[in-house]
C-alpha cells in the first residue's frame, strides 16, 4: 500500500539534495519518479529544483490553487512513475496536500515531500500543517545550531547580519539570509531583534 511520507526539518538540512538522490536512486532501479516543485519559489527559475551545492534537475511546477490530482498525479500513475517527490512542500496548499494524499491513496502511487517544519517566526507554514496533519509517515533530517544542539528554527538576518523579527512569511530573493538554530538562540535572537526595534 502506497504512503505519503513528508521529510521535514529547518533550513540547510539538506533536504533538496536528499530529494534529487532519491530520485537518482530510484532511477537506478529503472524506475521513473515525478519531481513537482511548488510555483511560489522561482529563485531558480521555473520548473527546477536546485540545492545549494548547485547539483539541480528539471520539475513540474504546481501552483496552490491547482488541481494537482487531475494535472499531474492521474497522468503520473497512468504513466507508471514508481513515486512521486515534491520540493518546498511547506508552499503548498491544504487543497494541493489532500489532492496528494488522494493520489496515494486511491493510485497507489507512493509520494515524498520534502519541507519546512515552521517559518522565521515560528509558525506553521500552511503546507506543513497540512502534511504533519495528513502524512503517513514523518522524518526529520538534521542539522545543527552553532551550540551544537539540535537546531529546529530558523532565524532571518537582514543585510547588516541583524536578526528580523517581523516581515512576510515568504519572501523569495532579496539580500536576507537564514541561518538554521536551536530553540533557545532563535528565541534570544528575536528578543534582541524586538528589544532593538522598540
Ligand atoms: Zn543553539
Redesign the pocket.
Known sequence: MAKLHYIYSTMGAGKTLNLIQTAFNYEERGMQTLLLTTAIDDRYGKGKITSRLGVSRDAHVFSPDQDLYSDHLVPAAQAGFACVLIDEGQFMSRRNVEDLARAVDTLNLPAMVWGLRTDFLGNPFEGSAALFALADELREMRTL?????K?TMVLRSDADGNAVSEGPQVQIGGNDSYTP??????AQSIAQSRAKST
Request: contains cysteine.
Open positions: 545550531c552553532h551550540c551544537g544542539k537546531a538554530v536551536c530553540r533557545k538562540h532563535w
